[in-house]
């Protein structure tokens, strides 16, 4: 079946810290990969988003992601985390025979310590 | 560009009671999706539209949940009667192109059925 997994549920880390969240698929093509990050009591923002072509691609708010195909992955990175980045991050994919809908990752929720 | 238009942000219902949620897309967005989140259960895609007509209603939970698009510019979900399982944030979405954009979500309805 057709998926995104993200196997941490939370991540704490430092303000100044670097950040990586994880995100692995399960597409047989080339899959349609976004990540977006919901700041509480918000709605979802798209923070990057990879089809084709160059590998890392580059976000909103200074975050980028890896598409690496050997290993069914698409992490998110930022290299100096701020408080205002503590937020719930989704993983999110689409391909296959249901255009139109996106498979959810369950979310990483991030916390900044000070 | 006003974004996705949900309303209302809060309502409180008391069991029993129908409820209506609205949405309002981005023009020229022929996709409209509705999901619900709980921390029990995280985002659920409850059904998406295409062109005013349904494609997939699989997610809906029961029939006590009916979701209508008269129009290119408006749609509604229904609870009818309404349950305190029902308590959740209902997130409206919108897209022309979700495998090449992704979704815009609006800010999403907060419903407590007490």
């Known amino acids: 079946a057709q998926s995104v997994t993200q196997p941490d549920i939370h991540i704490t880390v430092s303000e100044g810290a670097s950040l990586e969240l994880r995100c692995n698929y399960s597409y047989g093509a080339t899959p349609y990969l976004f990540w977006y990050v919901q700041s509480p009591g918000q709605g979802l923002q798209l923070l990057l988003k990879?089809?084709?072509?160059?590998?890392l691609v580059q976000g909103i708010k200074g975050f980028e992601a890896e598409f690496k195909r050997s290993q069914s992955s698409f992490n998110l990175r930022k290299p100096s985390v701020h408080w205002s980045d503590a937020a719930e991050y989704f993983c999110?994919?689409?391909?296959?025979?249901?255009?139109?809908?996106?498979?959810f990752g369950q979310g990483t929720i991030l916390t900044v310590h000070p | 560009d006003a974004g996705v238009i949900q309303s209302p942000r809060h309502e409180v219902t008391e069991m029993g009671q129908e409820v209506t949620l609205r949405c309002k897309p981005i023009?020229?967005?022929?996709?409209l999706f509705w999901y619900r989140q709980t921390m029990m259960r995280g985002l659920e895609l409850l059904i998406y539209f295409n062109n005013n007509v349904p494609i997939d209603d699989s997610g809906m939970p029961e029939d006590r949940f009916s979701a209508k698009m008269p129009n290119a510019s408006f749609s509604t979900l229904k609870i009818q009667p309404s349950e305190p399982r029902d308590s959740a944030v209902y997130f409206c979405a919108s897209s022309s192109n979700p495998h090449n954009d992704g979704y815009t979500f609006g800010s999403g309805t907060r419903l407590t059925v007490v």
């Open positions: 990879y089809f084709s072509g160059d590998t």
């Open positions: 023009s020229g967005h022929d996709y």
């Open positions: 999110v994919g689409a391909g296959g025979t249901s255009y139109g809908k996106l498979t």
